[in-house]
């Protein structure tokens, strides 16, 4: 952490002043200059936002080693994924990734509010809820190259892997199911009466079937400790969201239900841990459920490395969508906006933030060469874990 001199602690305490209203709009801007106009009218807007929707701005009350953490766990989903990406393009990888890269403030933010014993429900494209969930790097790389000492042993690949000891019930290739899911362990919950929280992660496309549908009807009528998180990148696999609703805010459906709907920026970490601190506090107090609905965009395709390169960020050339789409939407990058604000409100150097993302570029190639050492699983494992103890008998037709 940056605690520098006393003028360093001054600005830093003045940006936070300004944030929860101490300082003149005019003079918090100024401070922000070194940004440009639009940064600091974003960063001004956004405390103003969450002021108006939550009554507190509870990103102001994170210290600064929460912060760097949020900023290190965005990292390493990136850089994570990055990776995956170009073990894809350089052959031999087995089974189907679909790529997070672009949404990272959504999972930390998410995930930041949370404690350990709470649950989470993923899908898909969960590499990132895991990772910010507390999930091993080298583990789900060995898991997702079919190792056997992977997370599941090599027998899930990238779209299976769970832990429990960490409230991580797993990721899931059924469209919406993981909202069920956490409902389900919502209901748990509410039996035990314990205080924990139960959140579900799904795309634009999850509300779609009945999944979403049972998981709020349920959660409304018994005041479920569940927050449905809607991450809408703009596409189900190939097709436009705005083409096939109705509605351009999503979490407007939840309101159907009876059951309080959030918008945020997907692409802000702190606007996201606003929205999902309200949530979690509401829901551990007996206030019932909430879905909030992300706005936020994948710098992939829907699966695979279609389009992309080694070394190089985006996918391009895909036929639904333009490249100038693209660009536009890398250049909202979540990482590279939170590594501004950081910097500006003295909560990192340039240097310091430099030396986490080498750091973590370093965790990450440790990860894969774990990976790559590891032993594959032995042909007669396959018979294992069919039941819930011992093995299938081997028998010859």
């Not at 709009?25 to 940004?35: N, S």
Request: with cysteine; glycine share 12%.
């Amino acid at each position: 952490m940056h605690h520098g001199d006393s003028q360093g602690q001054s600005t830093q305490a003045e940006t936070r002043r300004a944030a929860a209203g101490g300082l003149s709009r005019r003079a918090f801007v100024q401070r922000l200059g070194a940004l440009g106009a639009g940064t600091a009218a974003a960063l001004g807007s956004r405390a103003e936002s969450a002021r108006a929707q939550y009554g507190v701005n509870w990103s102001d009350q994170l210290p600064a080693d929460q912060l760097v953490a949020m900023y290190t766990d965005m990292l390493k989903i990136r850089l994570w994924e990055t990776k995956v990406k170009d073990l894809i393009l350089k052959g031999g990888f087995r089974g189907v990734a679909h790529l997070y890269v672009g949404e990272e403030a959504i999972a930390v933010g998410i995930c930041r509010a949370l404690r350990k014993d709470d649950y989470i429900a993923s899908t898909h494209r969960g590499h990132g809820h895991l990772i910010a969930k507390g999930g091993d790097m080298a583990k789900m790389l060995a898991e997702i190259t079919h190792k056997a000492t992977g997370y599941c042993k090599g027998y899930g690949g990238s779209l299976h892997i769970t832990d429990v000891s960490l409230g991580i019930l797993g990721m899931n290739g059924i469209v919406g199911a993981a909202h069920l899911f956490a409902a389900g362990a919502a209901y748990g919950i509410k039996v035990r009466g314990t205080d924990q929280v139960a959140v579900s992660f799904g795309g634009d496309g999850s509300l779609q079937n009945s999944f979403f549908t049972s998981a709020a009807n349920a959660a409304a009528a018994w005041k479920l400790p569940w927050i449905g998180v809607i991450e809408n990148n703009g596409y189900q696999i190939w097709v436009r969201a705005r083409e096939v609703y109705g509605t351009v805010d999503l979490a407007k459906r939840a309101e159907g239900f009876g059951i309080e709907g959030r918008v945020v920026d997907g692409n802000d970490v702190l606007a996201v841990y606003n929205a999902a601190k309200y949530a979690v506090d509401k829901a551990r107090a007996g206030g019932g459920p909430t879905v909030i609905e992300c706005k936020t965009y994948r710098w992939y395709d829907h699966y695979g490395a279609g389009g992309a390169r080694i070394g190089v960020d985006g996918a391009f050339g895909l036929g639904y969508r333009s490249d100038r789409e693209v660009r536009d939407w890398m250049a909202k990058d979540p990482i590279r906006r939170f590594r501004h604000f950081l910097i500006s409100d003295r909560v990192l150097s340039v240097e310091q933030a430099d030396k986490i993302e080498a750091d973590v570029a370093k965790a990450v190639d440790e990860a894969a060469a774990f990976a790559e050492a590891q032993p594959v699983p032995k042909p007669e494992d396959g018979l294992k874990n069919v039941f819930a103890q011992g093995a299938v008998p081997l028998r010859n037709v």
